[in-house]
């Protein structure tokens, strides 16, 4: 069982940068793969990021030169970097593990990010 707690969503300007937290349960959080998804009022959920066990690093078109993902395996921590942000990136932001190749199995509460105009 992996717990997935995130951190680090706000409000901010258009433009502006925040960095999103997820800290993981767990003591074989280095053998997980990472990724964060979000959900847009109204819209379905969206695959934002990813990172793997060997810190391979994925991106959906609308992150890619804007956000990075990162993880810190001491801290059993993942981040998601976001920068140029931008309205359409107003979301709930979800933390998501996969431990074992087979899908993202575990999903945290998630995170509000609002961004104004």
């Known amino acids: 069982q992996v717990q997935l707690v995130e951190s680090g969503g706000g409000l901010v300007q258009a433009g502006g940068s925040l960095r999103l937290s997820c800290a993981a349960s767990g003591r074989t959080f280095r053998q997980n793969n990472m990724g964060w998804f979000r959900q847009a009022p109204g819209k379905e959920r969206e695959f934002v990021a990813s990172?793997?066990?060997?810190?391979?690093?994925y991106y959906a078109d609308s992150a890619k030169g804007r956000f990075a993902i990162s993880r810190d395996n001491a801290k059993n921590t993942v981040y998601l970097q976001m920068s140029s942000l931008k309205p359409e990136d107003t979301a709930v932001y979800y933390c998501v593990a996969d431990p074992n190749g087979a899908g993202w199995r575990y999903w945290g509460q998630g995170t509000q990010v609002t961004v104004s105009s």
């Open positions: 990172i793997s066990r060997t810190s391979s690093t």
